[in-house]
């Protein structure tokens, strides 16, 4: 995530100039605003603004006039009850907006969140950098035999160099050509807008991605999930860890009701009851599917 010195420089100004305010601020986060934080090999999320915080959750639930805070117990107490029930418009209540950057291919999963604001960089207006994706070797691996969805095991060896290989000639090749062909240099060539469709799905953009708090907790219950594709996962991850310094105990109430809660099916409580009563449960009298079976079992045993 190599910086310019001139980025650098404004963000350290941005940190420099601190501004008194009314409204309300999370300590954690304020660590956080504007502090780049690596990702991938060329990646970044970074905070650039936000606005409220546990408070506010609990505020906009009670529709109070003050600070909406009777004591943190009892806080913790309401956003817990909020999360359990799930009373979700306190939680839109709290906004924040990042700086991401990111390959393309890790883009095309994380825009079908709809519930956002983007604005990405234009590749119509600007010249893209020479960035691309190349994954770390424990991350290059083979066709999982058992998920179609996923991958299996992590390349060694020759087969390892031989892929990266291809990876890093192809992006090579194709941003030579990109620039070949840019009206630029004093040749007539292409625009930019048409030059960029020849470079490939790891080529790195950048975005500003606004959301709230509750539209936030769901990207990241489905993209911090072990299902999820491991490029998308990092950048969940780091979030997940910037939102609980942001918002404390609305994130450690996701956590226990969202994010590690286990649910169940009316088939799966019942043979969960039957079980506990002493019966031997088969897939066969559980009425579950062979595949809703296995997953309760990798739950229950
Ligand atoms: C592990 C995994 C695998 C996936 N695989 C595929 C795949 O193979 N192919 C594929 O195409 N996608 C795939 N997706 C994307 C997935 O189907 C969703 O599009 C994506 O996760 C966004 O979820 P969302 O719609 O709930 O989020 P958001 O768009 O943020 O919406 C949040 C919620 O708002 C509501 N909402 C938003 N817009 C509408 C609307 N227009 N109408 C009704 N309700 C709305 C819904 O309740 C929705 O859950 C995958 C996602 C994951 C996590």
């Given amino acids: ?6 980025q650098q420089a404004e963000i350290d100004q ?6 008194q305010t009314l409204r309300a601020v999370s300590e954690g986060m304020e660590a956080h605003l504007y502090v780049p934080h690596p990702v991938l090999d060329h990646g970044l999320v970074r905070v650039v603004d936000y606005m409220g915080d546990d408070a506010a959750i609990c505020q906009a639930a009670r529709v109070s006039y003050g600070t909406g805070t009777k004591s943190v117990q009892n806080d913790e107490g ?6 359990r029930h799930w009373h979700s418009t306190p939680f839109e209540m709290c906004e924040v907006k990042f700086h991401v950057k990111l390959p393309v291919f890790v883009a ?5 969140h709809r519930t956002a604001n983007v604005n ?17 070797p424990d991350q290059l691996a083979a066709q999982s ?3 179609n969805q996923g991958r299996g095991e992590v390349l060694a060896g020759d087969e390892a160099q031989r892929v990266l290989d291809l990876l ?26 048409l030059a960029r469709m020849n470079l490939p799905a790891n080529i790195y953009t950048q975005w500003y991605w606004k959301v709230d708090l509750h539209n936030l907790l769901h990207f990241l219950r489905l993209r911090a999930d072990a299902h999820a594709q491991y490029e998308i996962r990092a950048y969940a991850d780091l979030m997940c860890d910037i939102t609980r310094d942001w918002v404390p105990a609305a994130f450690n109430a996701f956590r226990d009701y969202r994010m590690d809660a286990v649910s169940l099916s009316a088939q799966g ?13 088969t897939q066969e009298t559980s009425g579950m599917g062979a595949r809703e079976w296995r997953e309760f079992q990798a739950v229950w045993g």
């Fill in 168 to 193: 890093r000639e192809d992006a090579m090749r194709s941003y030579d050509h990109y620039e070949a062909m840019l009206s630029q240099d004093g040749q007539q060539g292409l625009a930019r807008e």
């Fill in 145 to 147: 035999a058992q998920n």
């Fill in 14 to 19: 941005q940190r420099a100039t601190p501004r």
């Fill in 78 to 83: 309401l956003i817990r009850y909020l999360m």
């Fill in 269 to 281: 409580a019942a043979a969960l009851k039957r079980r506990l009563a002493g019966e031997a449960i």
């Fill in 1 to 6: 995530m190599p910086l310019t010195a001139e």
């Fill in 108 to 112: 095309r999963q994380w825009i079908r």
């Fill in 120 to 136: 990405e960089y234009s590749a119509r207006y600007s010249i893209l950098d020479r960035e691309f994706y190349l994954p770390a």
